[in-house]
């Protein structure tokens, strides 16, 4: 017991001592060891863009090396760490919520495009048009608090289900995705989200699900209201406002705002990724851009322009995305061949 | 060396085995220890305020528990982390560039406000109106890319000096401040800065007088515009578009859309804080909100009509906040009394 005091002291001493653990972290063993996180990977040209990034970017002898505070890497989410089709999850959100909004306002039942989300006709909910979406959108995401949309979303994440896994949304993220995460981390990268979809709903599961805690996670954020409550205590009330669009200029925008550095490492996997990509790329130094592409049917979608696949208008990658990636070595992955598995329950 | 070694190993693999080091560091011993860091404060209520607060939140069997990812600390900078007077630094900046934005623009000289402030008279520049200043401000802090206005601030703190100690304003900080956010990140708290003024110019120095990364920096914000320049590169330019009013209500408002939490800790000194205070405070269980009375004529200022004080109109500090941190519980920092000394340099 003596021994392991003594241990236990050296540690926290040890510890005390050191600016941050990740700097503990970067001999040259440990990355090795380390590698071995990407299980999930196929040998290949994917898997090796991140390892030589991450050795050179953490090997002090490298002239690549970059300082640990610098370390910052952003990942898109839908369509990149999880399932986008048929239809991205806080959009099916917002579409669950409209039966409960209307159970409190029934005059919504008469109007559209409420009316035909109420329907369940699917080919009629498939053809609601921008302006339909986002009036849905504002209805079903303002007017309450902050901790009532987080009790909400809580409930519902617990209990929907993707029509064809079967599995809750949270069980539908990429394993190898969270490799790579998990292997950044290791090697001192601060690791963020950077949807286009609403930050206040990524925040809700970031920490759980990928181990981001949601002062991390930027995305389009509807701004929110100041007040007391009827008891007189200070609320937050969720607006019909726009903040932040964060999609395509609106991503590097949002990391100057939210961040304040630029990123080192942007993982995206579509067009509304591209100037988050560009604007990484564009810093100097050593820098991992990547992009998923959607090229396997069997064991999850294939979609996207560049693969001569439909275009689904769901994150779309399109032949000029696929044009630029190659023009500015940002590296593409293949789902079909770079990942042995698609998710943890493969 | 094998010996080292061993112990080196375990170290690592313990490292990688623990969620997080502020868990590790939550012995009680080891607060005592810590408690150690509040050296420049006296003991009274302020600082008995502070060791009670940490000691009940990081003690696992205390009922006030706080769990470590929810241990968010903010801190307002002017006038509670270091002098606002007799300007608020970032308001001297402006200042200081009117006379180089002048020689780019030469039309600008007979134009006002800038013709008053390269006049150079104190009195007239001392009563330029709101709307004034905030054309100072825009022509000022707009139209550059992010990194060039990085640059400008960091050559402008390198040698713009505080008229009374003639010393760089960097060197301002209090030093009773900077022992309070070291104790709380040693017990696992994060730190934010929550400003009124610019978060794009506290991040350029955040991270080296504070600890703060650019990223835990809240502050009111210009919109930036992605763009390409003229070699093609992208760039991020500041628009003269206010994104975000970090003052008073929005305050809570910039903390729920950055860090997406409620914070546990916040310090504050004027009206501006009151919110942020507020909605802390509303949060249930063990929360800590602090106040810094400026009363200390001799080591720094005394202003406020919490104490009988002048109003300056900067950091004010009035007797209903006063009133409102009696009746909330909120604890009155006194510099005079509960600061030993203010400065690093005392």
């Known amino acids: 017991m003596k ?7 050296v540690l926290l001493a040890t510890l005390a001592a050191l600016p941050t653990v990740p700097a503990l972290l970067t001999t040259a063993a440990t990355v090795q060891a380390q590698a071995s996180q990407l299980a999930s990977w196929n040998d290949g040209p994917a898997k090796q863009a991140i390892l030589d990034f991450v050795r050179s970017t953490t090997d002090r002898a490298s002239p690549e090396f970059v300082r640990p505070e610098e370390r910052i890497a952003t990942f898109d989410q839908d369509g990149t760490l ?3 089709h048929p239809m991205y999850s806080q959009m099916m959100y917002c579409l669950d919520r409209v039966p409960v909004l209307a159970a409190e306002k029934p005059a919504l039942k008469d109007e559209e495009p409420f009316r035909t989300v109420l329907s369940g006709d699917r080919e009629a909910i498939a053809k609601l048009t921008i302006p339909d979406l986002e009036k849905i959108i504002v209805a079903t995401l303002t007017g309450m608090t902050a901790e009532e949309f ?4 809580k409930k519902w994440l617990a209990s929907a289900r993707h029509p064809r896994w079967n599995r ?3 069980e539908l993220t990429y ?3 969270q490799e790579v995460m998990s292997y950044l981390r290791a090697n001192g990268y601060k690791t963020f989200i950077v949807t286009g979809f609403g930050q206040d709903f990524v925040r809700v599961y970031s920490q759980q699900i990928y181990g981001i805690p949601p002062e991390q996670v930027v995305g389009s954020a509807l701004a929110t209201k100041y007040g007391y ?10 607006e019909p406002k726009l903040m932040l669009n964060d999609n395509d200029a609106g991503k590097p925008e949002g990391i100057h705002l939210m961040i304040g550095r630029r990123p ?10 591209q100037q988050m990509l560009e604007y990484t790329g564009a810093g100097g130094g050593a820098r991992l851009m990547m992009l998923v592409l959607h090229d396997d049917t069997q064991r999850e979608y294939a979609y996207g322009p560049a693969q001569g696949l439909p275009d689904t208008k769901v994150g779309t990658f399109t032949q000029a995305l696929y044009d630029e990636a190659r023009k500015d070595g940002w590296t593409v992955i293949s789902m079909k061949n770079d990942w042995k598995r698609i998710f943890a329950f493969d």
Chains 1, 2 share one sequence.
């Open 175 to 177: 394993q190898p995705m």
């Open 264 to 273: 080192r490492v942007a993982f995206g996997n579509s067009t509304g990724d």
């Open 229 to 238: 409550g009827k008891d007189g205590k200070p609320i937050l009330i969720k």
């Open 168 to 170: 809750l949304y949270t």
């Open 3 to 9: 021994r392991i005091d003594m241990n236990r002291r």
């Open 150 to 153: 987080d009790a909400e979303v």
């Open 82 to 84: 999880w399932v986008e």
